[in-house]
């Protein structure tokens, strides 16, 4: 998980990813894990600022959670983002280099 971790701030910057506290989750991917599967679990920011903003404001169901009717990301750079995290993780995993910041630019 570091290493996937450093891998993130290699290519977005290290203010861009941010470790969570664990947390208790309903997801099924859990299984794999408990199976003896090396698992890695990230969220990817989908939300526009000014949304970020009001919930850190006002409340945090402000923000519509994955499985919700309220969902709605902001495609661009959501859909990169997460294209781009997901094969240095790969990348990470399979013990290639991550290319060089910048490389695989978000923006």
Do not use: C
């Not at 701030?9 to 003896?36: C, I, K, N, S, T």
């Not at 781009?84 to 280099?97: F, H, I, K, R």
Request: charged share 20%; net charge neutral.
């Amino acid at each position: 998980m570091e290493k996937t971790v450093g891998a993130f701030r290699e290519v977005l910057g290290l203010g861009r990813v941010h470790q969570r506290p664990p947390m208790m989750g309903g997801e099924d991917f859990a299984l794999y894990g408990r199976a003896g599967v090396p698992s890695f679990l990230y969220f990817l920011g989908t939300q526009p600022p000014a949304r970020i903003a009001q919930a850190e404001r006002e409340d945090e169901q402000a923000l519509p959670s994955l499985h919700s009717d309220r969902f709605a990301p902001v495609m661009e750079p959501t859909i990169k983002t997460g294209v781009q995290t997901m094969s240095v993780a790969v990348l990470n995993l399979v013990g290639t280099p991550s290319p060089v910041a910048g490389t695989l630019h978000v923006r």
